[in-house]
């Protein structure tokens, strides 16, 4: 049998999953990539991988599609790792530029801002221009919070918006995949779920930036009705913005 070509996020977000999948006997079934998030979606989207942790808001290119597993890079309140960081007030913002690495949290900025923020910003794509303000997700946010003038954990703004939590990213695939090899994947993402903290050991420091706290508390990868029920409510804004 052929491989199923599975493509991951190569942020810390997604090593529990990565380590649940190591230790997995599904480890010989797949080729697995690591991508930052915008290039897994297109990965997915091109057929060059069948599957894939995909940004939420790229089901709306795919004309078919499956949500696989029971897990997610979710949160339930600040996420500390996708921000806008803003040089004013988010009230005052008029120039925003978008991060692109993503596509869930550049969307996930859009939504707020048009409809809970209620501004009409201007997207920045001149990298001679200074916005004011910027979306930045993943690693490259570690131990940057206390440094800008302005910042919005979009975790928590979506929470503040709409009581509900989120989910970032899904694993998706674009065909049915067999149903024994989707359980098998689901068990190695509940073992690196359930031991999230072992990867910790040897990454970089970060000033002000709390490891155990990210990987257990902020972030949240079980796939709850509730955020599924965000899915559809984040999808149903994103498909209205323009
Ligand atoms: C929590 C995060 O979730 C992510 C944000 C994504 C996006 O904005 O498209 C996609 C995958 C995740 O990596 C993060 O990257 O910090």
Redesign the pocket.
């Known amino acids: 049998m052929n491989k199923i070509r599975v493509s991951a ?1 190569s ?1 810390t ?1 997604t090593y529990p999953f990565l380590n649940g999948i190591r230790k997995s006997k599904v480890m010989d079934q797949i080729d697995l990539s690591v991508d930052y ?2 290039a897994c979606a297109q990965k997915v989207i091109d057929d060059e991988a069948d599957m894939g942790i995909i ?1 939420t ?1 790229a089901l709306l290119s795919l004309p078919e599609y499956y949500i696989n597993t029971d897990f997610c ?1 979710g949160t339930e309140g600040a ?1 500390d ?2 921000f806008i960081f803003s040089n004013k007030p988010i009230t005052e913002v008029e120039t925003l530029r978008l991060d692109k690495q ?5 969307g996930l900025a859009r939504v707020l801002l048009k409809n809970y923020w209620k501004r009409e910003v201007q997207l920045i794509t001149d990298d001679s221009v200074e916005p004011d303000a910027y979306v930045l ?2 690693d490259r946010t570690f131990g940057k919070k206390n440094t800008v003038p302005y910042v919005y954990d979009l975790g928590k703004e979506w929470f503040d918006f709409t009581g509900l939590p989120f989910a ?2 899904l694993w998706v695939s674009n065909k049915k995949l067999p149903e024994s090899f989707v359980k098998d994947f689901n068990d190695a993402l509940a073992y690196g779920v359930a031991h999230a903290t072992d990867v910790i050991a040897g990454l970089p420091e970060f000033e002000g930036f709390d490891y155990t706290k990210y990987l257990t508390a902020h ?1 949240d990868f079980h796939l709850t009705d509730q955020k599924r029920e965000a899915v559809q409510r984040y999808l149903g804004y994103l498909k209205d913005l323009d």
């Open positions: 996020v942020y977000n998030p915008s940004p808001a890079i996420v790792s996708v993503s596509r869930t949290s550049n997700i993943g970032f990213a972030l």
